[in-house]
């Protein structure tokens, strides 16, 4: 079974448009992320929520918003998408302050 | 404010050579040490961690790290690399009181194992 789960894994919009990305961990866990990892593979830290409060939030645009219904889930709602937002983002989840588990990514290019 | 640096961005090592990958972080409280690796085309996975207890850690594939608190350091070892191990190697940590913790990776190390 698989832990942490991110869908789609490929995602190609044209500028402007509005899209989601989905995440699901069925590890019990506590705290989930996004993170954003350009070409360059840094990884940048976009949003964490913990027991569905947000616990920290980067400096990045509000085009971007996470929504989590419930724990399991945390999803990615970016708007008005920009050539700079392509990238890989990955979800993860942990508990508390122990390791994280990340899913597979998803590759958005906007074109 | 709280980072961690990885000091090797780029490392081309032939198959058998010993590696050690350095890492230091800024935050002289309570921390919990990570490595993941990162496969081409795949996502990170856990390496090893520190949480306490005896700085020697060992992981998987025959890594281990080694936490000196005193020069705020985790680096990561393996004494014979495999041409498998070509990754993307990120430190991090997790540091901060409890309920204003945050998780803080590195900027990464590229590791090219030549066969």
């Known amino acids: 079974d698989t832990a942490v789960s991110q869908t789609p894994k490929y995602l190609v919009t044209q500028m402007g448009n509005d899209k989601s990305i989905k995440c699901e961990q069925n590890?019990?866990?506590?705290?989930m992320y996004w993170y954003k990892q350009d070409s360059k593979k840094f990884l940048k830290i976009m949003f964490s929520?913990?027991?569905?409060?947000?616990?920290i939030n980067e400096t990045v645009p509000n085009r971007f918003s996470p929504k989590s219904p419930d724990k399991a889930h945390l999803n990615l709602h970016i708007n008005s998408l920009e050539l700079g937002d392509s990238a890989v983002y990955f979800c993860?989840?942990?508990?508390?302050?122990?390791?994280?588990?990340f899913g597979p990514g998803t590759r958005l290019t906007v074109t | 404010a709280q980072s961690v640096s990885q000091h090797n961005h780029h490392v081309i090592l032939s198959e058998a050579a010993s590696l050690e990958l350095g890492c230091n972080y800024s935050?002289?409280?309570?921390?919990?040490l990570f490595w993941y690796v990162q496969y081409p085309g795949q996502h990170l996975q856990l390496l090893l961690k520190y949480f306490s207890g005896d700085p020697l850690v060992k992981g998987i594939k025959g890594f281990e790290a080694e936490f000196i608190k005193s020069k705020f350091s985790f680096n990561l070892r393996k004494p014979s690399v495999q041409w498998s191990d070509t990754a993307e190697y990120f430190c991090?940590?997790?540091?901060?009181?409890?309920?204003?913790?945050?998780?803080?990776f590195g900027t990464g190390t590229r590791l090219k194992v030549l066969a």
């Open positions: 993860a989840s942990s508990s508390g302050r122990r390791e994280q588990y």
């Open positions: 935050y002289g409280g309570t921390v919990n």
């Open positions: 991090a940590v997790n540091a901060g009181a409890s309920g204003t913790y945050k998780y803080i």
């Open positions: 590890l019990g866990h506590d705290t």
């Open positions: 929520y913990n027991n569905k409060e947000l616990i």
